[in-house]
């Protein structure tokens, strides 16, 4: 379960998904299709993973062994690849329809491996093919997990990341101190994407009827509502939170590397 949230139909010259047609295994166009939903959600969701990269890049190099966490259908790992052509990636998920898409989009790399594993799931770093690795990152993934248990999995990740390696989390972590400031930015955020909408974008509950209506994806869609149901509510504490958690958890250093009026990604160095 991943990254917050136009359309499969005809595929456009730029590969767009587009309502009324089905891409089947154009797993090419259902990621194209899954980063459009995403962007209207998070219009500088490329500037983060840019940042999560510089970081990755400035600790561990540029062959990183990493593992991408709630990785959805791969968008860090797409990234991570790209940039650094001879790094290797774990990605793990348990959604079926985001992880289906995942597989098929990276078949027959073998820098990328994928596994099912639920994050609340005390053992989920036993399936894991390393004991350790050099970066782990999420994006947009784990403000669906309330603070306990996500306190707990910072120190799952603790244990995975190794000395001197580093972990990245970029979500929404507004900052209750400044209810007046959070309510103008989501004011301008909504009206921002409700005219988006109207020009045609497709929001999160729409990409999934979408991918319900799919003869590929729909079996994996109906099993991954079945595991989370229609929401998933957890906690978005702010990012002051996120960094005194990660370093009571084992991590040496901890703070906010990138900050948008709503969101945040901290780093914290092992």
Known sequence: MTDAETSPAGTTDAGAVQTGATPGADWAAWQISW?????????????????????????????????????????????LLKRFP??????????PALLTIAEGTFAGDDRVTFVTA???DPDWPAL??????????TATALHWLHSEPLAALYG??????RDGGVFLN?????????PRINAADREQRHRRMDEAK?????????????????PVLAGPTARRFEIYGEHADGDTPPAEWHARTLREAGFTE??????SPSDAMVLGLK
Do not use: N
């Open 254 to 259: 901890a703070r906010t590397v990138w900050q």
């Open 35 to 79: 980063d459009q939903q995403q962007e209207w959600y998070l219009p500088d969701r490329e500037e983060r993973f840019r940042v999560m990269l510089d970081m990755v890049e400035a600790v561990a190099g540029s062959e990183p062994r990493v593992l991408d966490l709630a990785c959805g259908t791969g968008s860090i790992t797409d990234r």
């Open 170 to 178: 970029a979500d929404h972590m507004p900052d209750p101190a400044t």
């Open 86 to 95: 001879k790094a290797q990636s774990t990605g793990v998920d348990l959604d």
């Open 128 to 137: 894991l093919p390393h004991d350790s690795y050099d970066a782990v990152l």
């Open 198 to 214: 109207a020009e045609g974008a497709v929001d999160w509950a729409s990409w999934w009827q979408l991918a319900a209506a799919d």
């Open 156 to 161: 799952q990740i603790a244990g995975i990341v």
């Open 118 to 120: 639920d994050l609340k």
